[in-house]
């Protein structure tokens, strides 16, 4: 099996799909002969021509725009957001036109556009090349929400994304494009949108995270264990559908949670869990689920590492919730 | 020929030669990994100078990134430039900026946004309360060819034209926006052209000719100030290096382009225009190229020198105060970096 990081996994998935269904296009700023600034589309307009891998004028609102136009077309778009903090002039299009599209034609007209966008810090980015905006997205009833954090994930995830008749947002963690390795099967697999999955079993508590902090949990929990804390691990892999039935199942064993998240802390995709935790498994919490998250501020430039979630701040959320 | 005295004729000079030299030493610094990130204007010097020079001091300017000449033009100081380039403690965006994303209030320019454009519509919006006030302020804001590819670039001109605001876009074609040629920005013939879609006037003109660059803004500043409205200049130049440091322009452009580009470098022939006015000599071009290297480095040095903003600092500025749920995030993070170094 290669070993490929999550840019190559992606550019993969898209090979593979483009080559399968000629009704693939990919749109964006650079992806062409360039390949896409972080080279995800490398190679794809020389197999594919310019045709497919087009490269647009400098608008996101008019990449969107006429990437859900074509899937209304029957086309299958998958437009490239350099950044995701450059998604905001296409805001409209995708909060109140591609996400809404299917549910206001009553079903007549179904919108299939895969937005890929690399997303996150620690990258030295500062607050325009940062930024984790994952719950506009879940707040918008209509998108699906899809975040990976390895290769294997990436490519199963966005083959089944391009392959499935709904909007993804599909978030691409760029500070683990080149540092996540690992095996990836190098023919055809999909993954199942909106399953979860348990990186690591414990019975003292869970630690939910998704995308990067998958790594930053991982770090914490090699910690812990040193520690003599046997802590379980969830990749969440899908905000939107999300699978509450893993989450529910390892709340019930451990009684404790963590949630760590990238993101600003206030009405974050982890506000979001703890409510839905306190929905369903209420009785079985030992203490209060401690939420690890960047800070209710924009992403700053020198300061990035005490801006994001660090291994050791998850660490001290664990001994808080375990210490209650 | 614009009416610049021998005084001012050097002064350009000079400020056009301190911003290649500044880029050059920022750009090798990144190389050399002490530096994050930088945009160097390499080859558009005359468009950011003499834009700048067409200005009054008190009159707002706009930009996007490539301006820098404009700012040394206005009275930055390389050391000024260089604490933002480092993201220490002595930068006035106090770290929290990407390198080349400036903000020097004491100069009327405002702060640098990544996102493109979004600075158009800002531009008009403060030339239109300079008018609304009665000010004799104008503004100038500043873009690339890509970026008038975004909404913001109508909606902007629109308003512009529409209020009849004081206002100069000065776009800088430079054939690129990052791999991407002029050719997938538009279909028109130029840019300039545009504006006459939103009833106000484009002129064209050489952005490698600082006097012609000079002239254009002049007289569409003079314009605006006496109530004739918005102007949108096209200053055709060229990236020479790449768009960033984060670039490899070489998967995407040929060498003989940018040879021939080269050789219309904007620096040189201003020099040979000086020359011939008997105002340059090769001993005052060893004598600025000096000085200029010489405060750049010393600036590089100071800035890299200086201490790191201290992480309590994450929390100022997100309001005017610092709320309560802020307090409480500042504890926390303290208290954790507290912790992490007992661990240690
Ligand atoms: C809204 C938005 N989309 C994408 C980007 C990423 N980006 C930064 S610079 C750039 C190209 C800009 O080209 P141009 O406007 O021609 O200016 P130049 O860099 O050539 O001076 C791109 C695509 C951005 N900064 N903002």
């Known amino acids: 099996m290669p070993t490929m990081n999550i840019i190559q996994a992606v550019n993969d998935a898209l090979r593979i799909q483009m080559a399968q269904d000629d009704r693939v296009v990919i749109l964006g700023e650079d992806v062409g002969k360039f390949g896409g600034v972080f080279r995800a589309t490398s190679g794809l307009q020389e197999q594919f021509g310019a045709d497919r891998v087009v490269d647009c004028p400098l608008s996101e609102a008019g990449i969107m725009g006429t990437a859900i136009g074509m899937a209304l077309y029957g086309l299958r778009p998958v437009p490239e957001m350099q950044f995701a903090d450059f998604i905001y002039p296409a805001f409209d299009q995708i909060v109140n036109e591609l996400a809404k599209y299917r549910y206001r034609s009553g079903g007549q007209y179904p919108c299939p556009v895969v937005v890929r966008t690399p997303y996150g810090g620690g990258i030295k980015g500062g607050h325009y090349h940062s930024q984790s905006n994952e719950a506009y997205w879940v707040q918008t009833p209509g998108l699906k929400v899809v975040i990976p954090s390895n290769p294997y994930d990436a490519k199963g995830l966005l083959l089944a994304a391009m392959r499935q008749d709904d909007p993804v947002i599909f978030m691409e963690p760029k500070r683990m494009y080149r540092a996540a390795k690992g095996d990836v099967p190098e023919g055809d697999y999909t993954l199942e949108i909106g399953k979860a999955k348990v990186v690591k079993e414990g019975k003292d508590i869970t630690v939910l995270a998704y995308g990067s902090m998958v790594h930053t949990a991982m770090e914490a929990l090699a910690k812990a264990e040193a520690e003599g804390i046997d802590a379980e691990l969830i990749d969440l892999r899908s905000l939107v559908p999300l699978d509450i039935d893993t989450i529910i199942a390892s709340v019930e064993k451990t009684g404790r949670v963590v949630i760590v998240q990238e993101a600003p802390k206030s009405a974050g995709f982890a506000a979001e869990l703890i409510a839905l935790i306190n929905e369903h498994a209420l009785l079985s919490l030992e203490a209060p689920i401690v939420r690890v998250t960047g800070w209710d501020t924009p992403f700053p430039y020198t300061l990035d590492l005490e801006y994001l979630p660090s291994a050791d701040r998850v660490l001290q959320g664990m001994r808080k919730t375990l210490n209650f | ?344």
């Open chain 2, 1 to 344: 020929m614009p009416e610049i005295s021998d005084a001012d004729l050097k002064a350009l000079y000079r400020t056009m030669v301190m911003t290649r030299v500044f880029d050059q030493r920022m750009i090798t610094l990144q190389r050399q990994g002490r530096l994050g990130f930088y945009l160097g204007s390499l080859g558009e010097e005359a468009a950011s100078v003499g834009s700048a020079f067409a200005l009054w001091a008190e009159d707002w300017i706009f930009p996007c990134y490539r301006e820098q000449g404009a700012y040394l033009w206005r009275g930055v100081t390389v050391q000024e430039m260089a604490h933002q380039c480092y993201g220490n403690g002595l930068d006035y965006t106090k770290g929290r900026q990407m390198p080349v994303h400036y903000s020097f209030r004491h100069k009327n320019i405002v702060s640098i946004s990544s996102p493109l454009t979004v600075q158009l519509p800002q531009a008009v919006g403060a030339a239109w309360a300079a008018k609304l006030r009665k000010d004799p302020i104008i503004t100038l804001t500043y873009l690339g060819e890509g970026a008038s590819s975004q909404g913001d670039f109508h909606v902007g001109l629109n308003f512009a034209g529409v209020y009849k605001t004081p206002t100069v876009f000065f776009l800088r074609n430079n054939g690129w926006a990052i791999s991407t040629p002029r050719e997938v920005q538009t279909a028109s013939e130029n840019f300039a052209m545009k504006a006459n879609a939103y009833g106000f006037e484009g002129v064209l003109v050489d952005g490698n000719d600082l006097l012609a660059v000079i002239v254009a803004t002049k007289r569409a500043a003079d314009k605006a100030r006496s109530g004739g409205g918005p102007t949108l200049i096209e200053a055709v130049t060229y990236r020479v290096g790449g768009h960033s440091t984060s670039d490899d322009p070489s998967v995407y452009r040929k060498d003989e382009e940018v040879k021939a580009w080269e050789a219309k470098d904007p620096i040189a022939r201003f020099q040979r225009f000086l020359a011939k006015k008997g105002l340059w000599t090769p001993e005052w071009e060893l004598e600025i190229q000096e000085a200029c290297k010489a405060e750049v480095l010393a600036a590089a040095e100071a800035a890299e020198k200086a201490p790191a903003p201290a992480p309590e600092t994450i929390f100022d500025d997100v309001f005017s105060d610092i709320p309560r749920f802020l307090q409480e995030q500042r504890a926390e993070l303290m208290d954790s970096l507290q912790q992490s170094k007992e661990a240690r």
